[in-house]
Structure formats: structure tokens, C-alpha cells
């Protein structure tokens, strides 16, 4: 099933920027994604990315500030996060399988997720 590491959490101040990375480790992902839960919310899809490159995004505000990309030859997933905003604070999960899907429970592996604070 492999393993997800997630890193480039932090605490920013609001318009700032922060670049996570998802590094798979024990075999590769056709599909990887970004999840993120806030305190007191559900769990929501950010984005997700296949091997060949091609990307969705769970909200237009979110295409408009994050991107998604994977280093295959790393077997890495990035999501780079500009102009940040209070809003944006929640725990960041990686996620990762066999199939395209936005169902957390349908992916095979998940990180332990790396907390992004955004200050006002």
C-alpha cells in the first residue's frame, strides 16, 4: 500500500505562502490528492493530480491560489499555497491510490497531516 509523509506545514500570516510536499514511499500512486480539515469541519478534497499531470481543484478560489504537481522521478505530490487566508487553516492530508476520486475513504494510503495555521 505504501506510505505518505507530508512536510512544509507552518504558521504564516495572511497573503503569505507555503508549499507542502507528500512523499510516497514503497511503491508509486497513479492518483494523489490534498485534503484539509479545519477544526469543527469535515474533511474536504482540495485537489488531486494523475501520473500524467492532469489536475482538479475542489473550488475555483482554490485554482485561483493553490496548484498541485508531483515530481513522478521523486514520487512526490506539491501543493503550493499563495496569497493564503484565515480560511485556509486546517490540518493537510495527504492521499493517494489506484483510482481518481475526491471519497477519502476510497484512496489506499493517507499522511498523518501537517498543520497550516494562517494568522489574520
Known amino acids: 500500500q505504501g506510505r505518505l509523509e507530508e512536510s512544509g506545514g507552518g504558521l504564516v500570516q495572511a497573503g503569505g505562502s507555503l508549499r507542502l510536499s507528500c512523499a510516497a514511499s514503497g511503491r508509486t500512486f497513479s492518483f494523489m490528492a490534498w485534503f484539509r480539515q479545519a477544526p469543527g469541519k469535515e474533511r474536504e478534497f482540495v485537489a488531486g493530480i494523475l501520473w500524467s499531470g492532469v489536475f482538479t481543484y475542489s473550488q475555483d478560489s482554490v485554482k485561483g491560489r493553490f496548484t498541485i504537481s508531483r515530481d513522478n522521478a521523486k514520487n512526490t505530490a506539491y501543493l503550493q499555497m499563495n496569497s493564503l487566508k484565515p480560511e485556509d487553516t486546517a490540518v493537510y492530508y495527504c492521499?493517494?491510490?489506484?483510482?481518481?476520486?475526491?471519497?477519502?475513504?476510497?484512496?489506499?494510503?493517507w499522511g498523518q497531516g501537517t498543520q497550516v495555521t494562517v494568522s489574520s
Open positions: 492521499a493517494a491510490g489506484s483510482r481518481t476520486t475526491r471519497a477519502w475513504a476510497d484512496f489506499a494510503s
